[in-house]
């Protein structure tokens, strides 16, 4: 008997005739339905339908006869986006801020003899929407990104070999006979522009995949041992980086966790100057 109320309820309260809006009206998979009643009035508020999550439908129906019965139906034309809040719109173009980060592990390709970098101690974060847009087309799949963030990895070796910064050159030397090695890392910092594409594979998980351009503004190098029972350290900042490479990411997505991969067939450090490497890094992204 419950059951068979709740659904009267329901089809009465959502398929109602609305003057200001429709005659009939009928929605796909809303993402949640609300039920509120009182002494004299039963609200019903429908969040999301089927292709438009920012859909917003409410009625009020009276109970006690001569009292108005309101209706309001909407779609939120743009909002910013946050961590920790969901996906906003799919279709036309929104602004964001703050969204999705990425945490990771970096390791060095295609380096020269003597440059084993633990990718279990180099660690990447990356924040690619600080500011960002998205366009997608109606009824499609695709949305497409662009926005500024910023990048931070490192490169850590703790083997046998270090980084050393001579006048004009960045080498790859041993530490000195009889030290207690700790590690050498390259740092870089980065301004970035993500140019990504999402394809929404189900409604739960998404793919995502493009170039993300580099703007390498800081680096440094950082050694750290001891010998004869003191701690020593090297620092030097200007490892000789590239100004500009750029990344090709892709991402899955389920929800609002999800993994990624990132490849620079650039050379990290101008060949010139210093060892000549590309960066890959892998981990996992949050509220992307």
Not at 145 to 164: D, Y
Not at 178 to 189: G, I, P
Not at 266 to 284: H, I, T, Y
Request: proline residues 4%.
């Amino acid at each position: 008997m419950k059951t068979l109320f709740t659904a009267f309820i329901l089809t009465f309260a959502v398929n109602a005739s609305a003057k200001s809006i429709s005659d009939t009206l009928t929605i796909v998979r809303p993402d949640s339905v609300v039920f509120i009643t009182s002494e004299d009035r039963l609200q019903v508020s429908v969040n999301g339908k089927e292709e438009n999550h920012e859909y917003v439908y409410h009625k009020e129906v009276p109970l006690i006869e001569g009292e108005p019965m309101i209706t309001s139906e909407h779609t939120k034309e743009w909002r910013c986006a946050f961590p920790f809040l969901s996906k906003f719109n799919r279709e036309g173009s929104n602004l964001k801020f703050g969204s999705g980060v990425c945490i990771g592990w970096s390791t060095a390709v295609n380096a020269p003899e003597g440059m084993s970098v633990d990718m279990g101690e180099s660690f990447e974060v990356m924040w690619p929407y600080i500011l960002g847009w998205e366009y997608s087309p109606a009824d499609s799949r695709l949305a497409y990104r662009i926005g500024v963030g910023v990048n931070w990895r490192n490169f850590r070796m703790t083997g046998k070999t270090r980084f050393i910064k001579e006048a004009q050159a960045v080498t790859l030397g041993e530490y000195p006979e009889n030290a207690e090695v700790q590690f050498s890392r390259l740092k870089v910092f980065s301004w970035i522009v993500p140019l990504t594409v999402d394809y929404d594979i189900s409604d739960k998980l998404t793919f995502t995949f493009g170039p993300v351009i580099n703007f390498n503004t800081y680096s440094s190098l950082k050694t750290r041992y001891r010998l004869d029972g003191h701690k020593c350290k090297d620092f030097d900042k200007r490892a000789f980086q590239n100004r500009t490479t750029v990344d090709l990411f892709a991402a899955l997505h389920l929800r609002s966790i999800g993994v990624y991969v990132k490849y620079n067939p650039c050379n990290v450090l101008k060949s010139e100057f210093a060892p000549s490497f590309n960066a890959l890094s892998a981990g996992f992204t949050l509220f992307y």
